[in-house]
């Protein structure tokens, strides 16, 4: 290696010149990227400089060596000293390299040594410093590319459409959900997305028709099913759960869903039998709790609880039932009609008897408890007839012919047989 300002020759590891006691210059191995990066490292390089290194103790370090560069100039060196009367006589300097003790050579070497480590670190972290800068940008590059890639993806398209939701821009956020849907239809997020979007604008059954439509197309999707559930829980429409999985005809997917099946309560008396007496109907299930009515609408949880037996009178009452699970589900309503009816009266008791009389006469009925009589003299049915006459008491027997027939009615408006009577009265002349 030569020194650039004597020429002089010199090892490869020296930073001083030997002989001119010259800094050597290190140029560092050229690369394209610094010319790229110069203007975005340069603030940095700086102040990393001003950190690492001192500048007073540089100066220091530079007039210490300047003396000692003095000191070791070759003895062919002149210089001019005056003396006495102005006159000047050449002096050569009487200090040589060869006349320099074994510990100033030490410590040069070790100054130099010292600068050298100190400048290959400068270096070394100043390329650090431009590859750190180069990956941060890469990674810019990455993260942009990812964040364009994320807002495409389903995950992306369904987040931002739920985002559009919160700000109540139904309009893109109905775009991003079937744009999602289309993505990956067997996916159930979109679907209850898109549901909400409708729902909160108050079109519950087009919402509905979301999961409808989806499900008839995919009768196996068991997380369609789930979503469609949640919706109608969310909307407070639970009676239509079991609707929806009554017409599931995939074994599978009402296995799975089990949780969510209410089934119907179950009832202690036959609908088909007629009972002669008062009854008390029980109800059970396998449910949390059991609702009914007895008007004939339809039971909510609002309606009657079921706690005790329920009594059945004489006629036909109609029982509605359901029955709650554990998930807050109802079950499909359950109706069964049950009929008392309590043994009839034989046809009622009628006096006189049938026959010819010549005298006034009284007519009597036997009513018994709970039944009224009606009765008809011109030989009409008295439980059809507009003629029939309600009976309050005894009375007269017509004159001439008459064709009475009576009959008993109970408060549940059931007849019984007809009692008929044929009467002549024919009065004597005295």
Same mark, same amino acid.
């Given at each position: ?73 070759? +003895? ?139 499900? +008839? ?84 949880? +609002? ?128």
């Amino acid at each position: 290696m030569k020194c650039m300002s004597c020429g002089a020759e010199f090892a490869d590891d020296s930073l001083i010149c030997p002989v001119c006691g010259q800094e050597i210059q290190i140029v560092p191995d050229y690369n394209p990227l610094d010319d790229v990066l110069t203007e975005q490292v340069k603030g940095a390089v700086s102040e990393t400089l001003k950190i690492n290194i001192n500048q007073e103790q540089l100066e220091k370090y530079r007039t210490e060596n300047k003396r000692n560069t003095d000191r070791v100039q070759g +003895s062919g060196r002149t210089y001019q000293k005056k003396v006495g009367n102005g006159q000047s006589v050449e002096s050569q300097n009487v200090g040589t390299r060869n006349q320099m003790t074994e510990e100033e050579l030490e410590r040069e070497r070790r100054l130099a040594r010292k600068r050298r480590v100190q400048k290959k670190k400068m270096l070394a972290k100043k390329r650090r410093q431009r590859k750190m800068m180069i990956a941060g940008i890469v990674l810019a590059g990455v993260i942009a590319l990812g964040a364009v890639g994320y807002m495409n993806s389903y995950t992306g398209r369904v987040n931002s459409g739920y985002k559009k939701l919160e700000a109540k821009e139904y309009t893109e956020a109905e775009l991003k959900f079937e744009k999602a849907i289309k993505q990956k239809m067997k996916r159930s997020e979109a679907y209850a997305g898109l549901a909400k979007v409708y729902a909160l604008q108050g079109e519950l059954e087009k919402a509905e028709q979301v999961f409808l439509d989806a499900i +008839s197309e995919q009768p196996d999707n068991i997380d369609l099913y789930e979503a469609a559930i949640h919706f109608y829980m969310d909307t407070n429409q639970e009676t239509k759960i079991m609707e929806l999985l009554d017409k599931c005809n995939d074994s599978e997917v009402v296995k799975k869903l089990e949780k969510y099946v209410s089934n119907g309560p179950k009832f202690s008396l036959d609908e088909k039998e007629i009972y002669d007496e008062v009854q008390a109907l029980e109800l059970t299930s396998d449910g949390e709790a059991i609702y009914y009515t007895t008007d004939g609408t339809d039971p909510t949880v +609002s309606s009657t609880k079921y706690k005790d037996p329920i009594k059945l009178e004489e006629g036909e009452t109609e029982i509605r039932a359901i029955s709650v699970n554990a998930e807050g589900v109802p079950s499909l309503v359950v109706t069964k009609v049950f009929t008392v009816e309590f043994p009839i009266e034989d046809a009622p008791s009628v006096t006189p008897s049938t026959g010819q009389y010549d005298d006034y006469q009284e007519i009597k009925i036997l009513v018994p408890d709970g039944y009224v009589a009606f009765y008809t003299t011109d030989g009409s049915d008295p439980t059809t007839s507009e003629t029939r006459i309600q009976y309050s008491g005894a009375f007269d027997m017509p004159e001439g012919s008459t064709i009475l027939n009576v009959v008993l009615m109970n408060q549940k408006g059931r007849y019984s047989d007809v009692t008929k009577r044929n009467y002549e009265l024919i009065l004597s002349e005295e």
